[in-house]
């Protein structure tokens, strides 16, 4: 397919999505301020209407089953993770471990394990921008003492530590043989291939094949730094057999105790539920009908129980006990490791994740996922943050079809401007900041299309 045919896609798609947050939402506001007879009249609006969107939806997913790229699809997502895990690889073991020039990252930084593993990830992908091998300190790790190694497969086979080296700060100099990453907080110089960057040499490729490239870059040192060791995978299989673990499922991730108030608002099952709600009566649009079921993972034991007694038609897998643990452990204690780890990879293998974005946790859910399936960057519904990655440069969209305020809150657009996006308030608008004028405030988000950063970095041609 060309290029210009799967973003049109995509993005009527997505579309498809806003125009029925934007009309429920309006219409919402306005059931408020009506008489009681004329509330009905918009109540049956909106069930009509939500109908109508999930035929659309469906519509295009079938669209997208048929239009005869699908088995392309498959291949060159296999082609690409295939060629970036060779990358890898090779970076990853040099012939010469002694002489090999290193990154060094400490697997310290003060918080949860979704945190964590997104430092990693970032030391990675500079290791990767820079052709040094990634050498991972883990001993005395927050999360299993022991160190990554006796959880995950080690991160090289031949080339674990920097020997008898002097190790240098970043950013050091080219010619350092190690050198020493901060968090990414602390980097400076900030260099231009960090996230939300991808590599220009597979950029093409990647736009074409991806509505997310940066979370299916992402999603790629993850599933090269999560390759578990026997212990963790015999975990996984017998926690899966434990729990029940079938198919179809909705992965929904509830995140509450320490996270409430400070980093994001409480939600209640209910909203989440209704996401789940909508997902199923998608599936089941021409009247066939599926066990409905999720995966419920959370740090508050509370909500697996109040799930299981307000949604008694819902099949619920979950485990209170993990619950309770995951709870112990965002006070920063070391038990929980394998809690944390199947409900990731639980959330990660689900068909659909509704959650908050605001979490690591499902974003690492969600990034994982993308290795999963030529472009899962539609399974998702987020009830607060879109997609990002903590500490990424500006993520930009740009305007494509203008747009004259209506009020103060709103932004003038020109097509070709470029807007700085905060956030989706998921009601048809976008809050971001114009880069042209300054201006901040609420745009259409169907008058953008995102704006993918590219970065140049090394090819590896040895490979
Ligand atoms: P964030 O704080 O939600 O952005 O994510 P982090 O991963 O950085 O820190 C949260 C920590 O709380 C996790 O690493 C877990 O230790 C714990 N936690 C949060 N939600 C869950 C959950 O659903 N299941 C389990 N097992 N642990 C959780």
Redesign the pocket.
Known sequence: PTLEYELLRRRIQTNIAEIWNFFSNELGKIRKQVDPNMKEDINSVLIMGAEHKRSLLSDMERLHQLDGYEAWRHQEAKDLSDLVQRRLRYLQNPPDCGKAKKLVCKLNKG???????HHAVYCFIVAYATERTLILKSKGWR?HKGGWEEVFQPVSDSCLDIGPARANNWPGRPESQVVVLPIIDSLMPRPPYLPLAIPEDISFRLKRLHSEPIVWWVGQFLKYLLRPQKGTQEFLENSMAKLGWKKPIVGV???R???VGT?AAFHSIDEYMTHVEDYYLTQEINGTSMTRRIFL???DARVIDEARKKYPQYEIIGDAE??R???V??RYTDT?LN??I???HLLSISDYLVCTF???????AYEIMQTLYPDAGHRFKSLDDIYYYGGQNQHNRQVVIPHKARNHDELHLKPGDLVGVAGNHWDGFSKGKNTRTNQVGLFPSFKVVDKVETAKLPTYPNV
């Open positions: 918080c949860g394990y979704g945190c964590q593993l999360y991730h509830v995140r105790t320490d996270k980093e993972a959370s740090d993990v619950a643990m995951a709870a452990s965002t929980g809690g944390i199947l409900d990731i605001s979490s690591q946790v499902c974003r690492v």
